[in-house]
Nanobody
Framework: QLQFVESGGGLVQPGGSLRLSCTAS????????VGWFRQVPGKEREEVAC????????RYAEPVKGRFTVSRDKVSKTVFLQMDSLKSEDTGDYYC????????????????????????????WGQGAQVTVSS
């Protein structure tokens, strides 16, 4: 089964930091674009960040630019989302995802768009990490 094993998340005060991790299982995530997504009940799933397969380009959503950082460790096939200066509006369930069967081609923007639109069930997803930013 192609999936990510996700960890991290929790409760943090505004201004605090958290780091989410996603380790690929069943495929080598180093070869694929990886997206991070946020889901809030009652709202559409939104893309937080999208990284190309080579890691050289990372697109961040405007609300998180300058505060969130995506990185990867190729040895462990793990992708990280470092979240700093957290705000209450960052609260939500966070997911990582990739398209290891390459249904979306090679354009990372199309890949992340399709992952966001289709959600779990399409591609490889983490199980989600709950992030709550509250004082």
């Amino acid at each position: 089964q192609l999936q990510f094993v996700e960890s991290g998340g929790g409760l943090v005060q505004p201004g605090g930091s958290l780091r989410l991790s996603c380790t690929a299982s069943g495929f080598n995530s180093n070869e694929y674009a990886v997206g991070w997504f946020r889901q809030v009940p009652g709202k559409e799933r939104e893309e937080v960040a999208c990284m190309t397969s080579d890691g050289n380009t990372i697109r961040y959503a405007e609300p998180v630019k300058g505060r969130f950082t995506v990185s990867r460790d190729k040895v462990s096939k793990t992708v990280f989302l470092q979240m700093d200066s957290l705000k209450s509006e960052d609260t939500g369930d966070y997911y990582c995802a990739a398209d290891p069967e390459r249904y979306s081609g090679s354009d990372y923007r199309a890949i992340c768009h399709n992952l966001r639109m289709a959600g779990p069930g399409f591609g490889a997803w983490g199980q989600g990490a709950q992030v709550t930013v509250s004082s």
